[in-house]
């Protein structure tokens, strides 16, 4: 167990609706990332909170936003959902974005849009 | 902009064998550190080993070593003793150091599978 919660587990929703995904960093971290795995793909990393605020933007479509509240969760919001969104998205956190600190994962949330 | 390589989409292993999965880098900064995850079929991100671009000395975890040779930008991971469980995806990741943004950048990974 990494200490990094994700909820839900899974999320089957259909093309043009608008879900929420859920992190609760580990215990002391402050950092919080996001990213996107289609299958069978590598990691695309979308974008990055430092105690509540916007550090890194990656790749993250405008259809989609995030932000991390004042006790430390991160909420990802995808909106207007398409099938090409489908993938797993997990969600990392760090004590703090530098230094010699890796990054431990959340278990992820699957989505799949119908 | 730093780029992290997986040269090897696949590679396969015997039981107790060692084996070796290559990873390479570029970036124009001194200061970073490089990772290895592994990500078995329950899709969990577990990281595997750490390396510091500033220590020379290559990172060592029990079975897991790596070979690290910061002039070629080259990170790559050997497992000893290779076992069933070791069998899954590993990703390759980058991390800048003292400033910017800390995204981690990764790979595309290599999937390894463990012949019994």
């Known amino acids: 167990d990494s200490g990094v919660t994700q909820t839900p587990k899974h999320l089957i929703t259909a093309t043009g609706q608008r879900v929420t995904l859920r992190c609760s960093p580990r215990?002391?971290?402050?950092?919080v990332y996001w990213y996107q795995q289609s299958l069978d793909q590598g990691l695309q990393f979308l974008i990055q909170y430092y105690n509540g605020e916007e550090r890194a933007k990656g790749n993250i479509l405008e259809r989609f936003s995030a932000q991390q509240f004042p006790d430390l969760h991160s909420e990802l919001n995808l909106s207007s959902l398409e099938l090409g969104d489908s993938a797993l998205y997990f969600c990392?956190?760090?004590?703090?974005?530098?230094?010699?600190?890796?990054?431990?994962f959340g278990q992820g949330t699957r989505l799949t849009v119908v | 902009a730093q780029t992290v390589t997986q040269s090897q989409p696949e590679m396969s292993v015997q039981e107790a064998e060692t084996v070796t999965l290559s990873c390479t880098y570029d970036?124009?900064?001194?200061?970073?550190?490089l990772f290895w995850y592994k990500q078995p079929p329950s899709r969990q991100m577990i990281l595997v080993i750490r390396?510091?671009?500033?220590?020379?000395q290559n990172a060592t975890e029990n079975r897991f070593s790596v070979n690290f040779q910061k002039a070629a930008k080259s990170f790559s991971l050997k497992i000893s003793d290779s076992q069933l469980g070791d069998a899954a995806m590993y990703f390759c990741?980058?991390?800048?150091?003292?400033?910017?943004?800390?995204?981690?950048?990764f790979g595309t990974g290599t999937r390894l599978k463990v012949l019994a």
């Open positions: 215990s002391g971290d402050l950092s």
């Open positions: 990392a956190s760090s004590v703090a974005p530098q230094g010699p600190t890796e990054a431990f």
């Open positions: 390396q510091e671009a500033y220590k020379q």
């Open positions: 970036t124009s900064e001194s200061d970073y550190y």
């Open positions: 990741a980058y991390r800048r150091g003292t400033s910017g943004t800390y995204k981690y950048i």
